[in-house]
Nanobody
């Protein structure tokens, strides 16, 4: 049974930081591209950042220079370090796993991030 379990969300003031974690089980974590989407109220789900099995990263322009994605294959965990948070970063953040160049295959349950102004 595949499970992606996120943690680390919460309420933070603008300018603050949070670090999200996503622990995977039931998959060969090392071969998957991992990443994070987010969905704000009334908006479509948006891809935030991805990291390939080889460690190559990509992120949406709105978070470049503020968010950093990383992975620990030994712990089957992917992280999202979020700095200089803005109110517009408020959303539910979802971890996902995919094969390269394919759509997300597995999803976590989501973790709420709320940034107050």
């Amino acid at each position: 049974q595949v499970q992606l379990v996120e943690s680390g969300g919460g309420l933070v003031q603008a300018g603050g930081s949070l670090k999200l974690s996503c622990a995977a089980s039931g998959i060969n974590f090392r071969i998957y591209t991992m990443g994070w989407y987010r969905q704000a109220p009334g908006k479509q789900r948006e891809l935030v950042a991805t990291i390939t099995s080889g460690g190559n990263t990509n992120s949406v322009d709105s978070v470049k220079g503020r968010f950093t994605i990383s992975r620990d294959n030994a712990r089957s965990t992917v992280y999202l370090q979020m700095n200089s948070l803005k109110p517009e970063d408020t959303a539910v953040y979802y971890c996902h796993a995919q094969m390269p160049y394919q759509s997300p295959l597995y999803w976590g349950q989501g973790t709420q991030v709320t940034v107050s102004s």
